[in-house]
C-alpha cells in the first residue's frame, strides 16, 4: 500500500462529487447568532470551580517558592518509585531535591517506565470555562500523562484561556498545532462509568490529576 | 361569534363520538357558532404513516376541499392536526394544491390550542371533582408544541386535582398501525404509561389524543386497573348544571 | 418478511419479558437523564449550542471533499498515510496488510463502531493476532462474546454482579479479592490491571475518530478512560478507521462539538480526554508511534449522500442520546435489532447502508413518537427520516400485498362520505356481533392483533355524524 495503490480513493471522490450535485436543503437558523456559553469574567476563579466538579485537585499558590513545596507535598503522598518529569524549566526549577524512595527520570532520557509513581509535566495551557489543561506531545511526550497513576501539571496563571475558543485559537494560530504530532485537552481524572453509571475514577489514565498553579512565577 | 367548523377524526367519529359531543358543547357554551361539514372523512394519516403518500394524497385534496372555506377548523386531535398543519405541505409539495394546503393548515387547530391561544379561554365553567393526571401525546407535544394549553384549562376546572404523573411525555405505544404489527412492544410502552399513572395516584388519565386512550384505556382494563381515561373535552364538559356522572371512554359508549 | 425482519420480532419479543435488562436500561436512562439536565446548565442557551453544531455539519457534508481532500492533504505532509476504502472488505484488507507487514501479534483498540461496522475484529483474529477491547464496556462485551448494547455504554444492560461473575470467571488472575466483590472501584481496577499489559506489549494501536479536523489535518478522539491515550502513545503503530462523513471543517469547531458531544452522550460538560493526532510520532518527539494510518471509510456513506432529502443523517456524532431517549430502544434494548447500529439512528441509518428491502421493519417498529429528533445534538429530524424511509420503502414495491391491497381498499372507503359511514357501520356492526359470540380476543377475532394485548374498545351503537345528524344540527 506504501506504493500509494489506492483505486477506491478516485472512485469514493467520485461517487462524492456526484452525489453532492443534488442541493441538500437548509433549515435556517431560527435564532441567529445567539451566545452559546456564559462569559468567562474571573478566569482563575472559573477554573478552581471546575476543577472542583471533575475532581482536579488544583493547588494555587502564590509563587516558585510555594509550589515547590506544594510539589514536594503532593510526592509526598506518592509511593516510592520513578518520577518522570519533564525536561524543562520551569520543572527543573520546582524539583530542587527529591524526598528518599523517588527517583527522577527525565524526559529527555526517554518516555516513562510501565511502573512510574507519578509524572510531572507543564501545559500548552489551561482551559477555565472547562477546568481543563490543554498539552501537546512536547509536554514531555504521549506516555507522560496518562502512564502514571498521578499526573502533576504545573502551570502559571498566565496560561490561563477563559474558553475553548480562545485555547483552541491559541494552538493553532501560534503554530504549535502544526509543529506537535497530538494534542490533548485533559478534564479531571481518567473516569469510567460502564458499569451501572456507576462514576469510578482512574481507568486506564490517571487517578489523580493535580495541577499546581503558580500566580508569579518570578 | 366565531365560526367554527368540526374536524371529527374518522375513529372518533366511529368509535369515540363522545369525544366530538363534548368538544362540541364546549365550544359551543363559550360562544362559538358550529358547524361540522359532514362531507369529511379522514385527514390521511394511515395511510401517510404507514408509508402510502399516493394514496393518502387524494384524500388530504378531499380534506382541503371540504374545508376550503372555513374560517377555524378544530380538532379533538392533535395527530390528525398534526397531520392536516405539518404534513400536508410536504404530502402536497409540488402539485397544485400546494398553497391550499398552506393555507388550510393554518386554520387548522388542535381543540386546546384553540380554546387558549385563539378564543383566549381558559376558564370553561366545568366541575370535575377528581384527581387528574395529564398524559402528553406526543405529536400535540412535539408537532404542536402543546404542553401547558391543556394543563392551563384543566387548572380552571372546580374540584379537579391536577398531578403530574412520571415521564408523562414518553410515548404510550400507539403509533397507529405500530400498535398491531410490533404488538409486544406498544403493549409494553402502554403498561409502561399504565403503570406510571397508577403511580401518580390520579383516578382519571386525561389527553388531547383519543388514539393514545383507546389504546392506554384497553390496556388499563385488561390489567383491572382502577385508573380511567377520559378526553380533555369530557371533563370541560361537565358542568355543575348538567349533574351527569363523569362518561369514561367505555361507559360512554355502553350507555344509550 | 425477511429474515432480518423476523429475527427482529422474535428479539424483541423475548426482550420485552426480559424485566431484569428492561431495569437495568430504565435505571441507567434515569441516571442520564439526570446527568444531562445537570450538562446542559453550561450552556446558555442548549438550542443555540444545537443549531450551531447542526451548521458546522452541514457545511462539512455539503462540501465533503473539498474538506477530506485537506484533511489528507495536511495529514501525509505530517508523515501521516490516508488509505480511502469504499468498501468494508477493502479497509480489513487495508489494516490486515499493515498489521501482517509489521509483524503485529497485539492490538488494543478503542470502542470504534466504525470498527464493529466491517466487523475488523474477526478479519485480524483470523491472521493469528490478539485484539483486545480496552475500553471497559466493550472489553465487558468482548469478555461475553457479544456486540455493544449501545452506542457509548456497551454494557448498560448488565448489572455490577453480572459483570463480576463475568470477571471472576474469565479474568480470575486479575481479581484481588478471593472473596465475590461486586464493588465497581474493584471490578475497574481488575480491568486495568488485565489490560495494562496488553497496552505494553501491543504493537499496534486502532481507534476511530469522532471528527477529522480538515484545517488542522488531525483526528480528534474522545474518552473518557484514556484508553486511546494509551493506545496511542505505546503501540509502534497507530490505525485510525473512521466514516468519511467525520469531517469538520476548523479545530476552533470543536469549541462548540467537544462540550455537546459530552453533555448529549454522558451529561458531562466534557469528556475527560479530547486528543487530536495529526501524524506518527514527529522528529525530535520522545514517544508515539512511527507509523499513522487513517483509513477513511465509504461503505455506503455516499449513497446516503446522494439522498438529498437525508444527507443530513451523516451529520450524527454517534452520541447515543436518540438511543437513551428512545422508548421502544428502551424497552426492546440494543441486542434485539441486530444491527451496528441500534435505536433511532441505526433504524434510519441501516437501510441505507445495507439495503431498504431488508431492514425497513426497523422505521416501521416506532410509534414516530419524536422524541429521537427533541434530543439530536445535531438536530436531525430523525423520525420524519423515518417516515421517508416508510414512504420509499412502499415506492420500491417492497411492502406486503396484503397491506398494499388493504391501504387501496382504504382510500375507497375514505372518498366519499356516504361510503365511509355505510364501511363504518358495517364494521361497527361486526364487531358488536363478534363480541356477542363472545368471539372477542379468539383466534377467530379479525381485532385480535389489538385483543391479544388489550381491552377491546366498546363499539358505539350510533357514529358521531348519526349523532349529530338527529340532534337537528347542521
Known amino acids: 500500500m506504501e506504493s500509494g495503490e489506492n483505486p477506491g480513493r478516485e472512485r469514493v471522490l467520485g461517487r462524492i462529487r456526484s452525489a453532492l450535485k443534488a442541493p441538500a436543503a437548509h433549515h435556517d437558523s431560527v435564532a441567529g447568532d445567539r451566545p452559546i456559553f456564559r462569559v468567562v469574567t474571573d478566569p482563575l476563579e472559573r477554573f478552581q470551580s471546575e476543577c472542583a466538579n471533575n475532581a482536579t485537585e488544583c493547588i494555587l499558590v502564590a509563587d516558585a517558592d510555594s509550589a515547590r513545596e506544594a510539589l514536594r507535598s503532593v510526592l509526598a503522598s506518592v509511593p516510592s518509585g520513578e518520577v518522570y518529569v519533564e525536561d524543562a524549566s520551569l520543572p527543573h526549577r520546582l524539583l530542587k531535591e527529591l524526598d528518599g524512595g523517588h527517583s527522577v527520570r527525565w524526559s529527555s532520557e526517554g518516555p516513562p517506565s510501565e511502573s512510574s509513581q507519578a509524572t ?21 511526550g504521549r506516555g507522560a500523562s496518562v502512564v502514571a497513576p498521578v499526573h502533576i501539571v504545573v502551570a502559571t496563571e498566565a496560561q490561563l484561556a477563559p474558553d475553548l475558543s480562545a485555547a483552541l485559537a491559541r494552538v493553532k494560530q501560534s503554530g504549535v498545532a502544526e509543529r506537535n504530532s497530538s494534542l490533548f485537552l485533559i478534564t479531571g481524572s481518567s473516569r469510567t462509568a460502564d458499569i451501572e453509571k456507576i462514576l469510578v475514577l482512574g481507568a486506564h489514565g490517571p487517578r489523580r490529576l493535580v495541577v499546581i498553579l503558580i500566580r508569579n512565577p518570578k | ?126 366541575q370535575f371533582p377528581h384527581r387528574v393526571a395529564f398524559h402528553d401525546a406526543c405529536h400535540s407535544l412535539r408537532e404542536l408544541h402543546l404542553k401547558n394549553e391543556p394543563r392551563e384549562l384543566l387548572r380552571k376546572v372546580a374540584g379537579l386535582e391536577l398531578v403530574e404523573m412520571p415521564r408523562s411525555e414518553e410515548c404510550c405505544g400507539f403509533g397507529g398501525t405500530f400498535s398491531t404489527k410490533f404488538g409486544t412492544i406498544s403493549a409494553a410502552m402502554g403498561e409502561t404509561k399504565a403503570g406510571n399513572a397508577e403511580i401518580s395516584g390520579a383516578e382519571y388519565l386525561v389527553s388531547t389524543d383519543p388514539s393514545c386512550l383507546l389504546h392506554i384505556d384497553g390496556v388499563l382494563r385488561r390489567r383491572n386497573s382502577r385508573v380511567r381515561t377520559i378526553h380533555l373535552a369530557g371533563i370541560l364538559a361537565r358542568t355543575p348544571a348538567g349533574a351527569e356522572s363523569p362518561r369514561t371512554f367505555s361507559q360512554a359508549r355502553s350507555a344509550k | 418478511m425477511t429474515t432480518a425482519a423476523r429475527e427482529f420480532l422474535r428479539s424483541a419479543t423475548r426482550e420485552t419479558a426480559n424485566l431484569p435488562a428492561r431495569r437495568a436500561i430504565r435505571h441507567a436512562v434515569d441516571q442520564y437523564d439526570a446527568a444531562l439536565e445537570r450538562g446542559r446548565t453550561q450552556f446558555l442557551d442548549w438550542e443555540a449550542a444545537r443549531q450551531k453544531c447542526y451548521e458546522i455539519k452541514w457545511e462539512a457534508l455539503n462540501h465533503l471533499d473539498r474538506y477530506l481532500l485537506e484533511f489528507e492533504e495536511r495529514v501525509k505532509a505530517r508523515g501521516g498515510q490516508v488509505f480511502w476504502a469504499e468498501t468494508a472488505e477493502e479497509a480489513r484488507g487495508y489494516v490486515a496488510e499493515v498489521a501482517s507487514r509489521c509483524g503485529v501479534r497485539t492490538v488494543v483498540k478503542s470502542k470504534s463502531m466504525v470498527t464493529e461496522e466491517i466487523h475488523l475484529t474477526p478479519a485480524l483474529e483470523k491472521l493469528g493476532i490478539r485484539v483486545f477491547e480496552t475500553d471497559l464496556g466493550e472489553f465487558i462485551m468482548q469478555l461475553r462474546n457479544e456486540p455493544p448494547f449501545h452506542i457509548v455504554t456497551p454494557a448498560m444492560h448488565l448489572t455490577r454482579s453480572d459483570i463480576a461473575k463475568l470477571f471472576h470467571e474469565k479474568l480470575a488472575d486479575a481479581m484481588t479479592s478471593g472473596a465475590a466483590g461486586d464493588d465497581p472501584p474493584e471490578l475497574v481496577a481488575a480491568a486495568r490491571r488485565a ?22 489535518g488531525m ?19 497507530h490505525v485510525a478507521i473512521a466514516g468519511i462523513e467525520k469531517v469538520i471543517p476548523r479545530m476552533g469547531d470543536l469549541a462548540t462539538l467537544w462540550p455537546v458531544l459530552a453533555t448529549a452522550g454522558t451529561g458531562q460538560t466534557i469528556t475527560c480526554y479530547n486528543t487530536l493526532i495529526g501524524g506518527p510520532r514527529a522528529p525530535g518527539e520522545i514517544d508515539g508511534p512511527e507509523e499513522f ?13 446522494a439522498d438529498a432529502e437525508q444527507r443530513e443523517v451523516l451529520h450524527c456524532v454517534r452520541c447515543g442520546s436518540c438511543l437513551n431517549a428512545c422508548p421502544v430502544f428502551r424497552t426492546v434494548g ?22 431498504l428491502n431488508e431492514f425497513q421493519h426497523l422505521s416501521y417498529a416506532s ?71 363472545k368471539l372477542g380476543g379468539t383466534r377467530l377475532d379479525p381485532l385480535r392483533p389489538w385483543t391479544k394485548y388489550r381491552a377491546a374498545p366498546v363499539i358505539p351503537r350510533k357514529s358521531f355524524r348519526a349523532m349529530w345528524r338527529e340532534s337537528g344540527e347542521r
Open chain 3, 334 to 355: 440494543g441486542h434485539a435489532y441486530h444491527t451496528t447500529y441500534s435505536g433511532p439512528i441505526g433504524s434510519v441509518l441501516t437501510p441505507h447502508l445495507r439495503g
Open chain 1, 120 to 140: 510531572v509535566t507543564t501545559a500548552e495551557c489551561l482551559v477555565a470555562s472547562h477546568g481543563s489543561v490543554l498539552m501537546t506531545s512536547s509536554n514531555g
Open chain 3, 219 to 237: 483526528i480528534a478522539i474522545t474518552t473518557n478512560e484514556g484508553n486511546d491515550r494509551l493506545g496511542t502513545a505505546l503501540p509502534r503503530i
Open chain 2, 1 to 126: 361569534m366565531r365560526k367554527v367548523s368540526l374536524f371529527i377524526p374518522c375513529f372518533v367519529d366511529q368509535l369515540t363520538p363522545e369525544v366530538g359531543l363534548d368538544t362540541a358543547r364546549v365550544l359551543r357554551r363559550i360562544g362559538c357558532e358550529i358547524d361540522f361539514p359532514e362531507a369529511q372523512t379522514c385527514c390521511g394519516q394511515p395511510a401517510f404513516n404507514t408509508g402510502y403518500w399516493d394514496d393518502a394524497r387524494p384524500i388530504a385534496a378531499r380534506f382541503l376541499r371540504v374545508f376550503h372555506a372555513a374560517d377555524a377548523i378544530v380538532c379533538p386531535s392533535g395527530s390528525c392536526t398534526t397531520m392536516a398543519r405539518n404534513f400536508y405541505p410536504e404530502l402536497l409539495a409540488g402539485t397544485a394544491l400546494a398553497e391550499e394546503a398552506r393555507s388550510v393548515g393554518q386554520r387548522v387547530f388542535e381543540f386546546s390550542e384553540f380554546m387558549v391561544k385563539i378564543a383566549g379561554v381558559s376558564d370553561v365553567g366545568a
Open chain 3, 293 to 305: 494510518h487513517v483509513v477513511l471509510l465509504d461503505n455506503g456513506r455516499t449513497d446516503l449522500l
Open chain 3, 367 to 437: 410509534s414516530l413518537c419524536g422524541a429521537c429528533s427533541s434530543v439530536c445534538p445535531v438536530k436531525i429530524d430523525l423520525h420524519h427520516h423515518l417516515l421517508h424511509n416508510r414512504r420509499n420503502a412502499v415506492h420500491e414495491g417492497d411492502r406486503p400485498w396484503q397491506e398494499r391491497i388493504g391501504f387501496r381498499m382504504w382510500r375507497w372507503a375514505m372518498s366519499g362520505s356516504r361510503r365511509f359511514a355505510v364501511m363504518g357501520w358495517l364494521g361497527r356492526s361486526a364487531s358488536r356481533i363478534l363480541q356477542w359470540l
Open chain 3, 195 to 216: 489490560l495494562r499489559q496488553a497496552f505494553f506489549s501491543a504493537e499496534m494501536g486502532i481507534t476511530g475518530a469522532n471528527f477529522l479536523v480538515a484545517d488542522a
